[in-house]
Nanobody, 123 residues
Framework: QVQLVESGGGLVQAGGSLRLSCAASGRTFSSYTMGWFRQAPGQEREFVAAINWDTGMTRYSDSVKGRFTISRDSAKNTIYLQMNSLKPEDTAVYYC????????????????WGQGTQVTVSS
């Protein structure tokens, strides 16, 4: 059974940085894509970034491109989301997700989800 456990959320001032981690377990993740999504109160869950486990290819939403970086540590079965130049509009619960196959921006394409970690950016 795949398990994804996020950590690293918290409260930060605008312009600051946070690094989220997602520890993955339950199988090998070769041929999988790992993604980060976020959901703000009253809004739909939206794509943030994704990385292909085998190739390291990455994709980002336009709203975070140039500020966020997704990466993986295969030895630790962990993915990261480095978030710089944070803005109040980045405030949301951030979720780690996994799917077998290539990168997708669609929430419904991901089969496995973590419990989420809160990120709050104050102005």
């Amino acid at each position: 059974q795949v398990q994804l456990v996020e950590s690293g959320g918290g409260l930060v001032q605008a312009g600051g940085s946070l690094r989220l981690s997602c520890a993955a377990s339950g199988r090998t993740f070769s041929s999988y894509t790992m993604g980060w999504f976020r959901q703000a109160p009253g809004q739909e869950r939206e794509f943030v970034a994704a990385i292909n486990w085998d190739t390291g290819m990455t994709r980002y939403s336009d709203s975070v491109k140039g500020r966020f970086t997704i990466s993986r540590d295969s030895a630790k079965n962990t993915i990261y989301l480095q978030m710089n130049s944070l803005k109040p509009e980045d405030t949301a619960v951030y979720y780690c997700a996994a799917r077998r196959g290539g990168i997708s921006f669609a929430t419904g394409a991901y089969n496995y989800w973590g419990q989420g970690t809160q990120v709050t950016v104050s102005s």
